[in-house]
């Protein structure tokens, strides 16, 4: 199975921006819905976005008008435009699709 592969992170002061892109096996790409997690610190697992087979996407109230996350099917990629980023954003934030998930990318809001 080809697993997605997450990039894009690093350390950004609060109030920058970070997008992150998920690049996703090409067979069926489009075919299913993609998903944003992240894990914190001290946190658990918590749903960040999902973008829907049409490329609609829905957030938690956490991250509404903060986060867009999109798809582009040409490439069979995902991405995460962070927008406003807290201090309590950093963590590590996957991508999933097709219940296979991604290595991770580590996301730092510090000053």
């Known amino acids: 199975q080809i697993k997605p592969v997450e990039s894009g992170g690093g350390l950004v002061q609060p109030g920058g921006s970070l997008k992150l892109s998920c690049v996703c096996a090409?067979?069926?790409?489009?075919?299913?819905?993609m998903y944003w997690y992240r894990q914190g610190p001290e946190t658990g697992r918590e749903w960040v976005a999902t973008?829907?087979?049409?490329?609609?996407?829905r957030y938690p109230a956490s991250v509404k008008g903060r986060f867009t996350a999109s798809r582009d099917n040409a490439k069979n990629a995902g991405y995460l435009q962070m927008d406003r980023l807290k201090p309590n954003d950093t963590a590590v934030y996957y991508c999933?699709?097709?219940?296979?998930w991604g290595q991770g990318t580590q996301v730092t809001v510090s000053s």
């Open positions: 973008v829907d087979i049409a490329g609609d996407a």
């Open positions: 999933v699709h097709r219940d296979r």
């Open positions: 090409k067979t069926g790409f489009a075919d299913y819905a």
